[in-house]
Each structure stands twice: as C-alpha cells, then as structure tokens.
C-alpha cells in the first residue's frame, strides 16, 4: 500500500451557523486522479479550498503527504499552524482557478514564471526556459510577451495551468475551469488536462460538470451531496450503474 | 481701475514672490507627510483586531471633520500649554503636523480604496503560487494598487497646495503672508493680493491640466482590464 498524498479526516466546515462539509473522509494516492461531482451548493469548492488554504477547516485534520496541513508540532502541542508551515505545507498544492486570476499587470511569460524564481529562487534562466517550454506545451509558444487581456478565455485557462505546472506541485486542484468558458472554448482547455493526466505522476483534483470527461480521466469520482460524500468509486460505478437515487436524478439533468 | 497702480503691482512683485519658496516647500513638505502617515492609517487598519480598527477609524473621522485651521491653530498655540507631552514647534513644523496629519487621513483612504480595488481573486493566486507576503505585496497588489490612485493622490498635491496658505495665520512667511505685509506697510492690498491669486492660478491649473491628462491614461489603462472583466462575466 502506498501512502497517501492527501487524506482528509473527519472535516467539517461551518461558515457561520450553516454546516456546510459534515465529515468528510478522503484519501488521495499519488498521481490518482479524482473528480468530484454534485448539485451547486454542495461543498466541492470548499473541499479544494480548504486544502489550498484559501479556508480553515472548523475541525478535522488534513494531511498533505505526510505533514498536518493545518496544524504543527509546537513543544510537543499541536497548535494552529503559522504562515511559515502553511507556506512548507502548501508547497506541493497548485491550483487552476474557474476564473483564471493571471496577473494582469504581467506578460504570460512573467506570470508563469515569477513564482518559480521568487518561491523556489530558481536562478532566472532554467524558470525562463521552463515556463517557455510549459506554455508551448498548452499550445502558447506563440503568446510569450502578450498579456492576459489580449487572451480568450480558452488561452487564458491554459496559461493559468502552465503557471501552476511550473511550480512541479504534487496534487493539482482544478475548480470548474471551464465553467467560465464559452462553449466553443471547452474543448482546448480539456484536452491540456487530459494530457496532463496522461503524463501520471501528480495527483488531480477535479470538480467538474463535464460527465464524459470524468469517465475518461478519473480513476475515483465521488458524488458530494448536502456536505457529505454520498457515492464514491470508480467512474463508471459511480456515474454508470450507481443505484443512488439523488446522484440519479443529479446525472439525469447532464444527460438531457 | 482709479486704485490700480502697475507701479505698485512691479513694485509688490518681487516681494510677494520671496514668499513662494516657502509656500512651495511647505506643499511638498505637508505632502510628503500626509503620503507617509497615510500609509500608516491603511497599515493600522489592515491588523486584524477590531478594537484597534475601531479606534483608528474613529481618530481618522475625528481628525478630518475638524477643521484645518482649528488644528493648525491647536497645534501652534494650545500644545505647548498641554502637560507633559505639550512642546512649543516653529510655525512651519506646526504647519506641517497639522496640514499634514488631515491630509493623511484622506490620503489614507486613497491608498484603502486602491487596496481593495484589487480583486478577490489575486491574493488567492498569490496565496495558491505559495508567495510570502512581501512577494504578494510587491509583485501582486500593489503594482495593480498603486496606478489607480495616482490621479486621486495628484488632485490632493493641488488641494494642498492652495489650501497652504492658512499657515500664513500662524506666522508661515509664504505669499499670502508677504501680500499681507506689503499691504499693511503701504496701505496697498488690492496688487500684492491680486499677485498671491495670478501664482496660485500660474502654478495650478497647468497641474491640474496635467493630472487630467494622466487621469485620462489611467482611465484606459483601467478599461482593458474592465473589458477583460466584462468578457469574464459574460461567459458565467
Ligand atoms: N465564504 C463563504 N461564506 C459563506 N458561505 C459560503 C462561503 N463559501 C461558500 N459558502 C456556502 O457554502 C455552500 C457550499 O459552497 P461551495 O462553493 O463549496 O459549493 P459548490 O459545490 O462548489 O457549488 P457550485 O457547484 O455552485 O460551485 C454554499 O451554500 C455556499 O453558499
Ligand atoms: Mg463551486
């Protein structure tokens, strides 16, 4: 058995007096790939932004290979954990965001390579040379000077996934990413991911709406409902023969 | 045009316009005060204890609906009778603290509206690429803060400077104080006066020509990002 790169325990997120995650148990393997699916309001969001640090779990532990996200070893004591073990922690999390978020006072180039220099003070020229190549690799070998606002939204989302590919994280966290997106524009930004997974060695979180894709990268899927996993398995026990009648009704209006 | 005189106008001219280093230098100097302190107001703000928050919004609210002329004159003559931390400061400190500390206030809130003008969504990719919070500020925030505001905070360099001349009332040799004198020796107000409003037209109109101008940049510059927003939202 190999260890897990993320395991959630017993999570439960409360924003106010509403309870939105209700325990959840999770546990991701290295380079697994799960997507997440469920109604609006369900808690995917939560459950990635808790483990990219953007929320603090309102109790239960989350292990990111190894290391307890958010709380630390303090004179024996486990205490909240600080913006120095945040930092160490996060280091193996990247994320891809519904609505890109590229710095739009920087060129592509610098977006993707400005945290690789300034985080992991990689000397100028290899995160140059790499950000190049990771661009070229989402098809935008082409758009280095440009900047965000002169992208579509397709290009944009693919520069938001090379910017995160640089950092090398361990698990990616992908939010709807293409939700945002016309139509038309869908089809790109899918494929990159898909490529992505090809190439094995990093986790992937997705939240998705995109059924067919799920089927075709996910080796896990779990169907979220109200704040707690109510289905997981395989793709296709999950969106093919599950018996679960909510996740019936919830995949019947995918298919229509 | 009986009591017009070119001959005093010539004669008052030069006098008057000794005064306009002082008048200058105290703008730049109220200025570079107020750009300081606002700073610290924005700073004292982003801490995240309320009660503190609370405080320093409060002292702000107060500073800026007292008037400029009631600090100055507090300032000068009421401190150095106050125990303890009362201490007597020249006239052109006195003006500096005092100008200076009410700019701030509005200064501040132009820094904390171009703070928040910076969307959700980037200190959450500054958080997910794992920078440190110098990074997120310098690379991320402020180079998107900073440009909206330089307009706002050119208006306030003109607003002080014409608002400058109050010191005069506590003994700030600028040009207003020169007119006054002038006029008091020779009984002549209408000249030296009518030169203190030809210097503060001279020098701030072309500025404020320039700031609209720069405003104007700015505005387009802030434009592509909102077409690049309003394609975002289009989309959702
Ligand atoms: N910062 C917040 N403050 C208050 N409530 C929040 C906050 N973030 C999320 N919620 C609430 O938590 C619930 C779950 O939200 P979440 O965004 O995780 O759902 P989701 O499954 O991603 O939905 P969708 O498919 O619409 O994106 C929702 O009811 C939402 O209104
Ligand atoms: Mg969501």
Redesign the pocket.
Known sequence: MTEPIVTFQNIHKS??D?E?LKGINLDIKPAEKVAII??????????IRLLMTL?KPTSGDIIVDGKNLWKMDKNGKLVDANEKHLRQVRGDIGMVFQHFNLFPHMTILENCMTAPIHVKSEDKKTAKQRSIEMLEKVGLGDKLDNYPSQLSGGQKQRVAMARALVMRPKVMLFD?VTSALDPELVGEVLEVIRDIAKEGEMAMIL?THEMDFALDVADKVLF?DEGVIAEQGTASEVIEHSKNERLQSFLKRFRA | MDNWSWEIFWDAFPVVLEGLGITVGLTFACYLFALIFGFVWTFLRRIPFKPLNWIVTWVMEFIRSTPPLVQLFFIYFAWPMVPVVGMTLSPFASAVLGLGLHFSTYIGEVYRSGIEGVEKGQWEASRALNFSTSQKWLKVILPQAIPPTIPMLGNYLIIMFKEVPLASTIGVVGILHMANSYGAQYWAYLEPLTIVAILFLVLSYPSAILISKLEKRMNRRFNKNEALNSSKGATT
Do not use: M
């Not at chain 1, 469920?38 to 459950?47: A, F, L, N, V, Y």
């Open positions: 924003f106010g509403v939105v469920g109604p609006s309001g369900s808690g995917k969001t939560t459950i929320e709807e939240v979220l």
